[in-house]
């Protein structure tokens, strides 16, 4: 059965950070793309980065390009976003996603239950 | 950034009735596009990929169709349990932003 365990949400002041983590498990990890989503309560979802299955192929919404960074550890079958500079408008659940194929350009079939993040002061 | 839009915002259908809903991207993204079901409290759920490829598990009310800009998700006969909101996503190679819809509830007429 595939599971996806996020972790490390929680209040956080702006211009802080915070990093995230994501435990895979019940398939091959390193042979799909992973993704984060988001979604604000309330609102609808927005997708914030992916991966390709060997790290060789990231991208990022426009909203968090230069703030966030994603990365994989394949040995440890874990994904990470790195959040730094948090504004009020990053508060949301995130959600870690596995993509249906190994590259980047691919759906997402499977989701954990999230973490939220709380930006407030 | 190619954005998707969705048409209408709330669809209201009685339980049998076909419901359709559409999805338009700002450009082209090939058959690269997915739609999603959320209900509340719960993460999303892959119902369609590739435009028309029924995701694993998914009942054959479900279809997609449409290709470059225009997509339509058909729900051919509307149970109880298919009242959610329906999410498009395109996630075309370039440029690697994957961007959603902002939804289409569908509810109880």
């Known amino acids: 059965e595939v599971q996806l365990v996020e972790s490390g949400g929680g209040l956080v002041q702006p211009g802080r950070s915070l990093r995230l983590s994501c435990a895979a498990s019940g398939f091959t990890f390193d042979d799909y793309a992973m993704h984060w989503v988001r979604q604000a309560p309330g609102k609808g979802l927005e997708w914030v980065s992916g991966i390709s299955w060997n790290s060789g192929s990231i991208g990022y919404a426009d909203s968090v390009k230069g703030r966030f960074t994603i990365s994989r550890d394949n040995a440890k079958n874990s994904l990470y976003l790195q959040m730094n500079s948090l504004r009020a408008e990053d508060m949301a659940l995130y959600y870690c996603a596995k993509g249906t194929g190994w590259e980047l350009s691919s759906a997402t079939d499977y989701w954990g239950q999230g973490t939220l993040v709380t930006v407030s002061s | 950034e190619i954005v998707m839009t969705q048409s209408p915002a709330t669809l209201s259908v009685s339980p049998g009735e076909r419901a359709t809903l559409s999805c338009r991207a700002s450009q082209s993204v090939s058959s690269n596009l997915a739609w999603y079901q959320q209900k509340p409290g719960q993460a999303p759920r892959l119902l369609i990929y590739?435009?028309?490829t029924r995701a694993t598990g998914i009942p054959a009310r479900f279809s997609g169709s449409g290709s470059g800009t225009e997509f339509t998700l058909t729900i051919s006969s509307l149970q109880s349990e298919d009242f959610a909101v329906y999410y498009c996503q395109q996630y075309n190679n370039w440029p690697p932003k994957f961007t959603f819809g902002p939804g289409t509830k569908v509810d109880i007429k």
């Open positions: 590739g435009a028309s």
